[in-house]
């Protein structure tokens, strides 16, 4: 049996402004010692700039490129 796909609604009201956020991915740079990288971060977004809200499933990209850093580096 497959596991269960969480499906998100694709708006959302900012927590912080109530301002309407879009389900969306924006460039996020990840860094560790003194590397970098750069993942594709999903979230929920403003127009514009601004601070996305991160749920789920959502930060593990940010995860998975710490674990390569230190793999990398070790």
Request: zero cysteines.
């Amino acid at each position: 049996m497959a596991p269960k796909t969480e499906t998100l609604p694709r708006t959302m009201p900012s927590p912080e402004t109530g301002e309407t956020l879009t389900r969306g991915v924006r460039p996020f740079e990840v860094t560790y010692k003194g590397r970098r990288i750069a993942v594709d971060l999903p979230g929920y977004y403003p127009k514009g700039d601004g601070d996305g809200v991160h749920v789920g499933n959502d930060m593990s990209a940010v995860d998975s490129a710490i674990r390569a850093l230190q793999e990398h580096l070790e």
